[in-house]
């Protein structure tokens, strides 16, 4: 009898909690989170040096390819947060339910390795932005962001970790701020955008354009954004140990389903604006100026002193600090999430170091290799090649594996993905398929 009247409380606040949709500011920021997160985090400092060389070599001719993925994206977020929502497990922990154990292990270990390797390049990129900044030794601020990024996941509760990672999601707005300042020709960046073909540059083999296409398609959709979002879920759940009969609710689960979609198009949106704002700022002060061969961001920082003056010059470097320290955490973060799921540890920032030691064991150990490759100078080019490689041969099995969560009555019941939700998701499968057998044949 009081294990009825205990679920017949819970329904009648499922029902409340449906109905109650606040419509003002500080209730839809309350309903940002993981999606907001995630798609800020896709702008890391990586991410930028992707898009500052889209807008310097090519110009406008690579915008079409954000207005392409945007859509993808947000199908494929949504499809990762759903699971993690759906099943309350991490992303890790479903693919086991379907792939044999040693596919499993294969696809956990090689995101370790892409996120650590990313791990270096951001770390990197952070550090030569402050040290054009503020000069001072480039090793120092490696170490100082490195260190920085652990003891902020070790020593924040949950919810502090996610209040500072949703602060520094305004770091991305440096970048509106840049487009700003500068002078955008619009008729001519939407004709180009509109007709890339009809502006080819006359110097640039194909070859070059569809690498740099599929490093933009292999930035914007990465396999660490669908585990970390995933498992962001999933810690949110922990939070309310009632949802698992409160998510037999229709009137709940279409409440919180209609939060996730929220969430994950304003992040997705959000972070493709931003990526636009970068190709476009760089196009207009870096290529109409002939400066085409950018190599890092920091790079594109410098270059934009002369040419854009000091404020944006400023701007953009402080952006790719706060958006370093956004990432790192996010990567490592996944890449923790993902292997406890897989050995089953106690895993998330909600619990404390002593309680899940393999989890923060795994954030220590990436962000510091990361900074220790860091610290050795490696070529930052060179480390995106060979991340973006990786997450090229894990992408198309795990979003694969993915749509066959959604679809699959048995793992997620009565909520699986709708048609057009499967028609994104395996759009989105499809492109980033047809985007690896392009880079590995133009590699």
Known sequence: MQQLIARNVLLSRAVATARNRLPDTRAIAQRLGPGLITGAADDDPSGIATYSQAGSQFRFGLVWTLLLTTPLMIGIQMLSARIGWVTGEGLAANIAKICPRWLTMTLVTLLVVANSINIAADIGAMAEAAHLLMGGTQVVFIVAFGALCVLGQVLFSYERSVRILKWLTLALFSYFAVLMVVQVPWRQATVESLQPWAFFPTDVKASDYASMV????????????????????????????????????????????????????????????????????????????????????????????????????????LGIIGTGLLAVPVLAGSAAYAVSEVFGWKAGLSHGFHEARGFYAIIIAATGIGTLVSVFEVDPIKALVWSAIVNGVISVPIMVVMMWIGQSPRIMGELTISRRHRFFGWAATGVMAVAVAVMFLTA
């Not at 009137?251 to 704002?277: P, W």
């Not at 085409?292 to 470097?317: K, V, W």
């Open 214 to 317: 599929v490093a933009v398609l292999g930035t914007t959709i990465s396999p660490y954004l669908f585990f970390w979002q995933a498992s962001q879920e999933v810690e949110d759940n922990h939070r309310r140990p009632d949802v698992a009969v409160l998510r037999l609710v229709p009137a709940y689960a279409r409440e919180h389903l209609y939060r996730i979609k929220q969430d994950t198009y304003v992040g997705m949106s959000f972070s493709n604006i931003i990526a636009l704002c970068i190709v476009l700022a760089t196009a207009v002060t870096l290529n109409l100026h002939g400066i085409t061969n950018i190599q890092t961001s920091a790079q594109a920082a410098e270059a934009l002193r002369p040419l854009a003056g000091e404020f944006a010059f400023a701007l953009f470097a």
